[in-house]
């Protein structure tokens, strides 16, 4: 069998053990940056039948895999330079708008996991329902939409900072890409309480948020202070 060139598929390549945060993740290396980082800072990639490059954002899919750091400059960088190519040592077809398909990709992925939040019991929905809840059981995930009105969300979190620390905000989805997830046409604010579906939240949030913008690290900049 020949042994993979260090550089021919960092699913191969990368060792598995603690991720820098102590945490108990995989750890794979960026084919990009080099990078060792846990899988779930990292998007893996395939190859499909016909050699065209494949998100594999479940991680579910067939065959060697190559990791991307999940953040869009990174991946971008990775097409520009052909590294897909280098890591898979084969002429390989990347697909027009990559990093887009990427971010649609993860924004399902997240809007999946909302759903089931939903059918769980653990999400709280609305101004007057999150601001109720946040007294009895501290959140696992404070939700705001991007387009949602200031005065609203900055109390709610404040009150939440009030009650709790290490409060955390996901900003970076429409109300109407949040009501995707409830069946509504939209949702400002939400709570998920902690749990299992808060962490794997987190997760998948954090790596969308490698491919959009994401306005709360700048909504509560200055009143933090």
């Known amino acids: 069998m020949t042994k993979p060139h260090p550089e021919s598929d960092a699913e191969l390549t990368g060792i598995e ?12 290396q960026c084919a990009v940056t080099r990078e060792r980082l846990g899988k779930e800072a990292l998007v893996r990639f395939v190859l499909s039948p016909d050699d065209v490059v494949t998100p594999d954002v479940a991680e579910k899919l067939p065959g060697r895999g190559v990791w991307i750091k999940a953040d869009r400059a990174v991946l971008e960088s990775a097409v520009k330079k052909n590294a ?9 077809q990347v697909p027009d708008g ?20 939903k059918k769980g019991g653990d999400i709280v929905l609305g ?14 995930l404070l939700l705001e939409a991007s387009d949602g009105a200031e005065d609203g969300r900055s109390k709610l979190y404040f009150l939440a ?12 989805l429409t109300s109407t890409e949040l009501g995707m997830a409830f069946g509504r046409e939209r949702v400002i604010h939400g709570l998920v309480r902690k749990g299992p579906l ?11 948020a490698g491919f959009r913008e994401r306005p709360e690290l700048n909504w509560f900049e200055d009143q933090d202070r």
Not at 20 to 28: L, N, W, Y
Not at 84 to 92: G, I, L, S
Not at 98 to 116: A, N, S
């Open 84 to 92: 897909f190519a280098r890591a898979f040592k084969t002429t390989v």
């Open 98 to 117: 990559l990093p887009d398909t990427v971010e649609k990709l993860l924004l399902q992925r997240f809007i999946g996991l909302l759903g089931m939040t």
């Open 198 to 208: 808060a962490k794997a939240l987190k997760v998948a949030y954090a790596r969308l």
């Open 161 to 172: 900072k009030a009650l709790y620390s290490g409060v955390e905000v996901a900003g970076a």
């Open 127 to 140: 101004y007057d329902q999150v601001r109720d809840a946040l007294p009895k059981r501290s959140p696992g």
């Open 17 to 28: 053990g603690p991720a820098a945060d102590g945490s108990d993740a995989s750890v794979r």
